[in-house]
């Protein structure tokens, strides 16, 4: 069975600089997406980026890009000039190409300091 | 853009009711997704549909049921409510072609 591990409970980033959540997945499975979701404290759930397992080319999204590392089943997100907005939590999700579910890890809780 | 629509956005039912969620997905998107969230958890997988079918299948109690319908809207369903059902139920839709959900607002469920 696949899994989702995010190992930063909470992490806390001061505005304008660059903070990276981490994120950990198993698989035996060759191809399937990632994902970044964040969570505000409306609880909405907001797609942040996705990540082709296929594709080499790490994923970027204006302040958000991601660090994708097949062989060691890592996709770390990196947010540059961070914001107030940005605070949220983090979950990174995995699905396999045949199947419809989504996997979330734990989460991740991003602080933004003024 | 239009988005996932979700009702009601609140519930409360007590203990051994029935409750019935409603979700409207993004026009053209013909599959649909129920993930409960529990307090400080990640989402967790109910249930999924494609053209009306189900589609895949996941944690999701023998006391739940739910079905897309012809217009793709979908209804979960829910009885003999239990304390521990109390949690934030998102529906997210997708297109076939594509591969990201997006998740509508949840509708949060009070059980009493």
């Known amino acids: 069975a696949q899994t989702v591990t995010q190992s930063q409970p909470e992490m806390s980033v001061q505005e304008a600089e660059t903070v990276t959540l981490s994120c950990t997945y198993d698989?035996?499975?060759?191809?399937?997406?990632l994902f970044w979701y964040k969570q505000p404290p409306s609880r909405q759930m907001i797609l942040v980026i996705r990540?082709?397992?296929?594709?080499?080319q790490n994923a970027t999204e204006n302040r958000f890009s991601v660090n994708f590392q097949k062989a060691a089943k890592s996709f770390s997100l990196k947010i540059s000039d961070s914001q107030l907005g940005d605070a949220a939590m983090y979950f990174c999700?995995?699905?396999?190409?045949?199947?419809?579910?989504?996997?979330f890890g734990t989460g991740t809780r991003l602080k933004v300091l003024a | 853009a239009a988005g996932v629509i979700q009702s009601p956005r609140h519930l409360i039912k007590e203990k051994r009711e029935t409750a019935t969620l409603k979700c409207y997905p993004i026009?053209?998107?013909?599959?649909v997704y129920w993930y409960q969230q529990g307090p400080g958890q990640d989402p967790q997988f109910l249930i999924s549909?494609?053209?009306?079918?189900?589609?895949d299948k996941g944690s999701i109690p023998d006391r739940f049921s739910a079905q897309q319908f012809s217009d793709y809207h979908s209804e979960l369903n829910m009885s003999s409510l239990e304390l521990g059902d109390s949690a934030l139920y998102f529906c997210?839709?997708?297109?076939?072609?594509?591969?990201?959900?997006?998740f509508g607002p949840g509708t949060r469920l009070t059980v009493t």
């Open positions: 997210a839709s997708s297109a076939r072609q594509f591969y990201e959900q997006y």
């Open positions: 026009p053209r998107h013909d599959t």
């Open positions: 549909f494609y053209e009306k079918m189900q589609s």
């Open positions: 990540q082709e397992a296929y594709k080499q």
């Open positions: 698989t035996s499975e060759s191809d399937y997406y």
């Open positions: 999700a995995y699905r396999n190409s045949g199947t419809y579910k989504y996997i």
